[in-house]
């Protein structure tokens, strides 16, 4: 534990006009100079009236501050390795007039122990960086771009950019990447990526580009000629699984022993994965089957139909004639039916057939309205601008 003492302001008197002022030092909107403040983060088994006894702080309003708190921070949630704050008086008593504990380094929760005892959430202000990060992969692209030093949740924001173009089951040694993005960072420490504003992805030779615009609200992804990379299926109804067995008119079947069609794509994951509807549409069956084992389907219009196969469990709620969205969670992986370890197997048919979805070109969804396709230019330009500024020269 570590306190930080500061001396008395300067007299009104020492101050002259043509003298800097002392600047004020302030911390979650107090001002510093008028406390003894103290620095330290929970421990294990720590509680909160262990910490403010310590400082003078009776029991009784340690039990009012920690009723008065329950609608906005369960002090029972005091996780050990946080950091904590406590403003002191400067006087002998050293009595605690404040505590700060840190939720996550934006948040905080403020305990105000003087008479008017109350608790409030506060936010400590964020600093955008643009950022610029560029390579190929070679081993993974998660771990190619933490080796770059940029954030490699990157990698996940990219998945869900080019989730209809790029089926990153696919991707291979040699692609390459080009980002644009922001990044937030609370007092010099970055919390994470806020957003891709461009970016290029090379795949099998052809760069397939990104634009990040907000339409009247409507806020996506466009290539360089406004169509919206968003299509009308996913690629994929799990993230970061692998394909255990793909599409087949002739494949050996582990658990019958015998060649037989295989019309589907086996997604491996571990069980309690969570599986998402790949478009928009209506539950149409969703039970158990012996050989499917639980399973869901679902019709999305009057051409495209998907089946998601061998759950562990179905996800409540999910039965015939519930309407979902793409991205809605409908079960999780498991291994019921006839299967020898967890994955999803995922039947598409078009229709009335069933058909290798990794072949079909989907139906792409709107792009930017002719209304719209200024502002999107001049969005598109001031991007490319910022993109060459951040790139290094060669």
Same mark, same amino acid.
């Given at each position: ?35 003894? +403040?103290?620095?330290?983060? /929970?421990?294990?088994?720590?509680? %909160? !009236?262990?910490?403010?006894?310590? #400082?003078?702080? @009776? ?126 960072? +609370?007092?010099?420490?970055? /919390?994470?990526?806020?957003?891709? %504003? !461009?970016?290029?992805?090379?795949? #099998?030779?052809? @760069? ?187």
């Amino acid at each position: 534990m570590f306190s930080i003492g500061c001396g008395p302001n300067p007299q009104e008197s020492d101050v002259q006009e043509d003298q800097l002022v002392q600047e004020v030092n302030e911390e979650y909107g107090f001002v510093t100079d008028s406390f003894l +403040v103290v620095k330290d983060k /929970i421990r294990k088994n720590q509680n %909160l !009236s262990e910490i403010l006894s310590a #400082y003078g702080v @009776p029991y009784a309003t340690i039990d009012k501050i920690a009723k008065a708190s329950k609608e906005v921070f369960d002090v029972r949630k005091l996780a050990a390795g946080k950091p904590y704050t406590i403003f002191c008086t400067k006087d002998s008593s050293g009595y605690a007039t404040c505590f700060i504990y840190e939720v996550n380094p934006r948040d905080y929760v403020v305990f105000n122990l003087q008479d008017s005892l109350h608790v409030y959430m506060g936010q400590k202000p964020i600093e955008k960086r643009t950022q610029y990060v560029k390579g190929k992969v070679n081993s993974s692209l998660y771990v190619d771009l933490q080796k770059r030093g940029a954030d490699p949740v990157l990698a996940i924001e990219l998945s869900e950019i080019y989730a209809w173009t790029i089926d990153f089951y696919r991707i291979q040694k040699g692609d390459a990447f080009e980002i644009l993005y922001t990044e937030n960072f +609370v007092e010099g420490q970055s /919390i994470g990526v806020d957003r891709i %504003l !461009s970016c290029t992805f090379t795949h #099998y030779d052809k @760069p397939i580009k990104a634009y990040y615009f907000d339409e009247e609200g409507e806020r996506g992804y466009f290539d360089e000629n406004g169509n919206n990379l968003k299509k009308a299926f996913l690629k994929a109804p799990v993230k970061f699984s692998r394909i255990s067995s793909g599409y087949s008119m002739k494949r050996f079947h582990p658990v019958q022993k015998r060649f037989k069609a295989h019309l589907g794509t086996d997604y491996a994951a571990p069980t309690g994965t969570p599986i998402v509807a790949v478009g928009d549409g209506v539950i149409s069956e969703a039970r158990y089957k012996p050989n499917n084992g639980n399973y869901v389907k679902m019709r999305h219009n009057s051409v495209y139909e998907t089946q998601y196969l061998h759950m562990s469990k179905i996800k409540a709620g999910i039965k015939p004639g519930t309407r979902v969205h793409q991205g809605d969670v409908i079960g999780y992986v498991g291994s019921t039916g006839l299967a020898t370890g967890p994955h999803v197997c995922f039947r598409f048919w078009k229709n009335g057939k069933q058909v290798d979805h990794r072949r079909e070109e989907l139906p792409p969804s709107e792009p930017i309205a002719p209304s719209s396709f200024d502002a999107f230019r001049n969005e598109r330009a001031a991007l490319d601008s910022l993109l060459a500024h951040q790139r290094p020269a060669s």
